[in-house]
């Protein structure tokens, strides 16, 4: 029992919990228990606790939280989600439950199965066993124990062994956004040995209400999978999201993540990945785009479990207003990790000086033939280039947006979805008042 | 075009441009030549509108309106360029797509057609031979990884596809050998026309060999210590700095 955490809502869950009838194998009844349990343990963490120092919780602990209607969304709901030129399949969930009419399934390529949780877990649920929940484990984690016990639906994504998987798949996550609804993604991709998917999850809110979001998506990719994976969150700006990625790397795999963080008032992400066999590679890449009062917190965690693996981080903040950014990143190197090459790197563009950030990277390394380097920058925009830029007849406004656009151009250069980083661009520049052929500026 | 009149400049506190009086007229080419620290670059940066000068006294007129009051922006679209001392690297912007939104925030400006991509494309290919310069650049991020002539050359080239009015060069022709010195001075004497004027700040008479300007001033500590046509350059470089030095404690104030 420490101070550093709070329990007062705990029992409710505890009761919701109990209430709930599902019908699902044992195995998931038990993991579930489990997770209720350690919850009511852990309660929320709170600002004492050393890895939530800089993200105050309190308001979503002390939230009345119940589950989203579902209830009826506008037919232009999920364009915010759509990406213009991206066909490909899509899986849909509103406020956490599949969506059949919203989603587009009928024609998966051969060798990529997407499913409902839910639907599989009713019919054929042993593709599931040992995998959903085994990588997201939930001992000191109070929100992944919640997500666990409590998510009702979420995909699954499979993706045969050797089968290339040639368009991106969508998952699109739409909270109704009643203010007080919470909503349970999960999400669990499994890459089968040598084959290749593209998968991006979008998370929006259909109203501006303050909802919550609390997701988890775990990623394992077999020998030589090759995992692109992108996470776009762009829910009300009143919103509560606080996600888990969870990722684990067989021999000679790959897998890359960016978590493209634009919504809600207070985000909270936790991206983790372990490198288990030799020759991995990862790239765990983030870029936030916040103003106001927004809060994000990315706390990432790289384990390098075994040698000849290669990690490089690359996390980008642009922030405006009073809004305020935290980045922390872990990155473990085991005894048996030889010749790791880790680089990491945090680079925040600071707006106005109402803006903060807090960077801190953590290297933990036991293994002696090595390298890892880090790197945090905190700057405003260069008022040389600015001047430069004005002198030649742009316009002040356009000035800045050019050069914010600048910042953030090597980590959109990793988008490799086409229309999604075409997408982020325009976001990028209405952002800061600009709506023009961004696509062009690097070009 | 440009009339200055007794313009006294501050710069943290300290009085750099104290009192400088200057009238361009369409068509004309000044020199202004002077010692480091003289206050060249500064003199220039005021009429381009840098922040962070304090003028605490006299006048800048430019084509009738009052120019202090303008942004720099508006001064760009209103015909004032400056070929930059130092050019400034921005990572990320390619040449290509900052050249064409200056070249349409400008027309747009002077009730012109914005001009496309492809428009554009033939019109900068054009300007970029007569400076010989590789049309591979465009792709480039402005200035970046540029070596100090190619900076300086594209910094006349930006000047020949925006065509100012009253383009103000601030040593375009340091760290140029003598091929890329007359590279440039081809470029900029290209641009001369009866209706546009230059001002020259150089350091050196030698690019005066090449952009022969009508009127020459010297100025030191602040201030236009001597005037003259072009055979003052030559004077100057004969005689050295030391002796604007000399004329600037007499106190002495030659003009033509
Ligand atoms: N931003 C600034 N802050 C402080 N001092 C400045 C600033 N800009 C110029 N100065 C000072 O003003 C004086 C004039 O500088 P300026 O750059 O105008 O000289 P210059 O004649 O162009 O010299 P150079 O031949 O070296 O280019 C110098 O003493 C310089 O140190
Ligand atoms: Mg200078």
Redesign the pocket.
């Given at each position: 029992m420490s101070v550093a955490a709070d329990r007062t809502t705990a029992p409710r869950y505890l009761e919701a919990f109990e209430a709930a009838r599902r019908e699902e194998p044992a195995w998931l009844a038990e993991r579930r228990r489990l997770a209720i349990e350690r919850f009511s343990l852990l309660g929320f963490p709170t600002t004492k606790d050393e890895e939530y120092k800089y993200t105050n919780l309190a308001r979503i602990a002390r939230g009345e939280w119940r589950p989203g209607s579902g209830g009826s969304l506008q037919p232009d709901a999920l364009a915010a989600a759509t990406y213009e030129g991206l066909e490909g399949p899509r899986i849909v969930f509103v406020d956490g439950r599949f969506d059949p009419e919203r989603s587009t399934l009928s024609e998966l390529p051969e060798g990529l199965e997407a499913t409902s949780l839910a639907a599989l877990l009713a019919t054929a649920p042993d593709a599931l066993e040992g995998h959903l929940t085994r990588y997201a484990d939930f001992e000191g984690r109070a929100l992944t124990a919640l997500n666990t016990a409590f998510f009702e639906d979420g995909a699954f994504i499979r993706v045969a062994e050797k089968a290339v998987i040639a368009e991106p798949l969508q998952v699109v996550f739409v909270a109704t956004g009643d203010a007080g609804t919470v909503t349970w993604p999960r999400v669990l991709i499994h890459a089968g040995r040598q084959s290749q998917v593209q998968v991006i999850e979008t998370y929006i809110s259909a109203a501006e209400g303050a909802h919550w979001t609390n997701s988890v998506t775990e990623i394992v990719g077999e020998d030589a999978a090759r995992v692109e994976h992108f996470q776009v969150q762009q829910e009300s700006v009143e919103a509560f999201h606080t996600g888990r990625v969870e990722m684990l790397e067989e021999r000679s795999g790959y897998i890359s993540t960016i978590s493209l963080v634009l919504g809600a008032a207070l985000t909270r992400n936790d991206v983790r990945i372990t490198l288990d066999d030799e020759g991995c590679e990862c790239a765990l890449d983030g870029l936030v785009v916040i103003s106001g009062k927004q809060h994000v917190d990315h706390h990432t965690l790289i384990d390098h479990a075994k040698a000849h693996c290669n990690s490089h981080q690359l996390y980008k903040g642009v922030l405006d207003g009073s809004s305020r950014g935290v980045f922390n990143g872990k990155i473990i190197v085991r005894q048996d990790a030889q010749k790791t090459d880790a680089i990491q790197n945090n680079k925040n563009l600071l707006l106005s000086t109402k803006a903060e950030i807090d960077t801190k990277p953590q290297l933990e390394i036991d293994a002696n033939d090595v390298r890892c380097t880090h790197g945090a920058t905190i700057g405003q925009l260069d008022k040389d280039a600015l001047f430069y830029l004005q002198a030649r007849g742009i316009g002040a406004g356009e000035a800045r947006s050019l050069l914010v656009y600048a910042f953030a151009a090597d980590l959109l250069e990793r988008i490799t979805v086409e229309p999604l980083k075409r997408h982020l661009e325009r976001l990028l520049m209405r952002s800061l008042g600009r709506d023009s052929a961004a696509q062009e500026v690097s070009e | 075009m440009l009339e200055v009149k007794n313009l006294k400049v501050r710069?943290?506190e300290?009085e750099?441009l104290k009192g400088i009086s200057l009238s361009v007229k369409p068509g004309e080419v000044h020199a202004i030549m002077?010692p480091?620290?003289?206050?060249?670059?500064?003199?220039a940066g005021v009429l381009a509108g840098r922040e962070?000068y304090e003028i605490t006294g006299g006048s800048v007129t430019y084509l009738g309106q009052d120019l202090l009051e303008l942004d720099p922006e508006v001064r760009a679209r209103e015909g004032i360029f400056l070929a930059f001392?130092y050019p400034v690297e921005i990572p990320g912007v390619s040449n290509m797509y900052f050249l064409r939104a200056a070249l349409n925030a400008v027309r747009k400006h002077r009730g012109e057609e914005e001009l496309d991509a492809v428009e554009f494309i033939a019109l900068v290919k054009e300007r970029m031979k007569k400076l010989k310069m590789d049309d591979a650049m465009l792709k480039r991020a402005v200035n970046q990884g540029f070596s100090g002539g190619e900076k300086k050359r594209n910094e006349i080239f930006q000047m020949a596809v925006l065509e100012p009015k009253l383009a103000i060069l601030d040593?375009t022709d340091s760290g140029l050998d003598i091929d890329a010195l007359k590279l440039v001075a081809d470029g900029v004497n290209s641009l001369r026309s009866p209706d546009r004027s230059m001002i020259v700040v150089t350091?050196y008479q030698r690019l005066l060999d090449y952009i022969v300007p009508d009127y020459v001033h010297v100025?030191a500590h602040g201030r236009i210590v001597k005037s003259g046509d072009k055979h003052l350059a030559l004077e100057l470089e004969k005689k050295g700095y030391a002796w604007v030095e000399q004329l600037a404690a007499s106190g002495e104030m030659v003009t033509v």
């Open positions: - | 710069v943290e300290r750099i002077g480091n620290g003289s206050g060249k670059s500064t003199f962070g001392q040593e350091h100025l």
